[in-house]
């Protein structure tokens, strides 16, 4: 049984401050990783994806991965209210299947 | 990125009534869509993957009787909720994998539809 872990919050930042979000999964063969933003009442939204180890940066956004921990997590800076949402860490698995942790929810202070 | 749509975004029906629910890939083909139902503050929960051309393959604890689903091509997916019932009520959120960004292992959820049945 795959398992994705997030601690579910809520993390609360004030405005500008770095927001760090984490995750842990079980499966030691996974390849793909994502992040994914989701506003009260919408769908996800794709912020990140990662496949090697490391940093990636997108604008405010850095996912960093970290296989041999089995461990990935995702940075924002410069955290504004509208970040404000619950953040869904997934991995990939066969069939495009993808299995999802329950969600951090982050709030930001203006 | 890519364009994954969902109709209709909102339906408010009858206990017993069917309901139908389509996902579409706007600017790409997906033989492979997936559907999700979420409760309140609760997370995603995959129902089933929905396969173009042949039968959808269901999670453990989805009655497939009740939630048919139908890939009828390489664009269009639809579930049908049978005979709902007020506990059907919830958020369904249809994915696909890979966009126009030529990755299929990156998937792209539609708008999902909120389903309320009295």
């Known amino acids: 049984q795959k398992e994705v872990e997030q601690n579910s919050g809520p993390l609360s930042v004030p405005e500008g401050a770095i927001a760090s979000l984490n995750c842990t999964y079980s499966d030691r063969v996974s390849q793909s990783f994502f992040w994914y933003r989701q506003y009260s009442g919408k769908s996800p939204e794709l912020i990140m994806s ?3 180890n490391g940093d990636k940066e ?3 956004f850095t996912a960093q991965l970290n296989k041999a921990s089995q461990y990935v997590s995702l940075l924002i800076r410069d955290s504004q209210p509208s ?3 619950t953040y869904l860490c997934a991995v990939g698995g066969s069939n495009y ?3 999802f942790g329950k969600g951090t929810l982050l709030t930001v202070n203006p | 990125g890519a364009v994954v749509s969902q109709h209709p975004s909102r339906v408010i029906c009858k206990s ?6 389509e996902c579409r890939s706007l600017d790409f083909q997906a033989t492979t869509m997936f559907w999700y139902r979420q409760f309140p503050k609760k997370s995603l929960m995959l129902m089933a993957t929905s396969n173009e051309g042949s039968k959808a393959t269901y999670e453990q604890g989805v009655e497939k009787d009740k939630f048919l689903i139908n890939h009828a091509s390489l664009t ?3 579930l049908t909720v049978t005979s709902a019932h007020p506990e059907d009520s ?3 959120i249809c994915s696909a994998p890979g966009g126009t960004s030529g990755r299929t292992d990156t998937q792209y959820f539609g708008p999902g ?3 309320t049945v009295l």
């Open chain 2, 76 to 78: 269009l997916s639809t």
């Open chain 2, 90 to 92: 919830s958020f369904y």
């Open chain 1, 58 to 60: 997108d604008g405010r």
């Open chain 1, 50 to 52: 990662i496949y090697s």
């Open chain 2, 16 to 21: 017993g009534t069917s309901v139908k629910i």
């Open chain 2, 113 to 115: 539809t909120r389903l």
């Open chain 1, 83 to 85: 970040d404000s949402a």
């Open chain 1, 97 to 99: 299947k993808l299995t």
